[in-house]
């Protein structure tokens, strides 16, 4: 018999800057959440999807907790408490510290009312001490009572395996609500590149993976809506890495063109028209003109 498995909605709120987005990306291994130390750099809320054996999370990043100060802030707090009432558990992410402000009193207020079971997950613990952090537990369940605490290090990805088990005990059985190879609900044009940069991982050497970006270098429609035509540029930091994701007589290039296509055409549902080509761009990883270009925020990689 098939082991049930569980899936559900989570939502992680918080202060601008706690490190809400580092959290989402380290835990789904990609770079989809836009992450930057100004406050309101998440507008929407941001749906990431985590899928493994046990079942299915399906992350809302929302905006951070504030008092709004204009339409677009009221607006970034009406998103928020339509993402509380929406979801099966809820992470209110918090940095170490003993002093608790008025913007987490705030917070706190706001969740007593959650339906909810709550965890706190006090981030940022590789800058603490680790004797210190059982003071910034205690500090904290003063404030309100929670079903779980867990520290972690979102930069680092220290513990965070254990916050993914404590979010499956509390989530229920029930069905995938994406397939599997689902991320997130970004733009488009970014989800096909992260398609051809992860069919370009499962086909490569382990040692070559770490040095590619994939840029679009153009997607269109065609006017009868028949089908996409979508450029895009692998790019590796050296010679050799070219030679071998090209392959001998293109092979190499053509089975990641062949499988990125099946999961676009999946995405797009349209047929897709992949042209696909190689470029050697040495050192592009520490070019931050480079990193921007393709999607990356330099200051957190």
């Known amino acids: 018999m098939e082991e049930q498995k569980k899936s559900g909605f989570v939502t992680i709120v918080g202060r601008p800057n706690v490190g809400k987005s580092t959290l989402m990306n380290n835990i789904i291994g990609q770079k989809i959440a836009i992450t930057s130390n100004k406050p309101q750099t998440t507008r929407n809320r941001i749906q990431t999807v985590y899928t493994c054996d046990r079942g299915q999370i399906v992350f809302l990043d929302t905006p951070g907790i504030h008092k709004a100060k204009n339409k677009l802030g009221e607006y970034m707090v009406s998103v928020v408490n339509k993402t509380l009432s929406e979801v099966d558990v809820c992470l209110w992410i918090v940095e170490p510290t003993t002093y608790i402000g008025v913007n987490e009193q705030q917070i ?4 007593k009312h959650v339906k909810v079971p709550v965890i706190l997950v006090i981030n940022k613990v590789d800058t603490v001490k680790k004797d210190e952090i059982l003071k910034f537990i205690s500090a904290y369940k003063n404030v309100m009572s929670f079903e779980d605490i867990v520290p972690v290090s979102a930069k680092t990805g220290n513990n965070v395996d254990t916050l993914i088990d404590v979010i499956f005990r ?17 733009p488009v044009k970014q989800i096909v590149a992260e398609i051809i940069r992860e069919k370009s991982l499962h086909a490569l050497d382990e040692e070559i993976p770490h040095g590619i970006a994939v840029e679009i270098e153009s997607m269109k429609q065609r006017k009868d809506g028949s089908m996409w035509d979508i450029e895009a540029t692998i790019v590796c930091e050296r010679d050799s890495h070219k030679g071998i994701i090209i392959g001998k007589g ?22 897709a028209n992949l042209k696909l080509w190689v470029k050697v761009r040495k050192e592009w990883r520490d070019n931050q003109l480079l990193l921007k270009n393709y999607g990356y925020n330099a200051k957190e990689l």
């Not at 293109?250 to 990125?260: C, D, E, F, P």
């Open 250 to 271: 293109g092979a190499m290039l053509k089975k990641i063109g062949t499988n990125a296509r099946y999961e676009i055409e999946k995405l797009l549902e349209s047929k």
């Open 170 to 186: 509390y989530l229920p059985y029930g069905p995938m609500y994406y397939d599997e190879d689902t991320v997130t609900d970004q």
């Open 108 to 111: 706190a207020e706001q969740l």
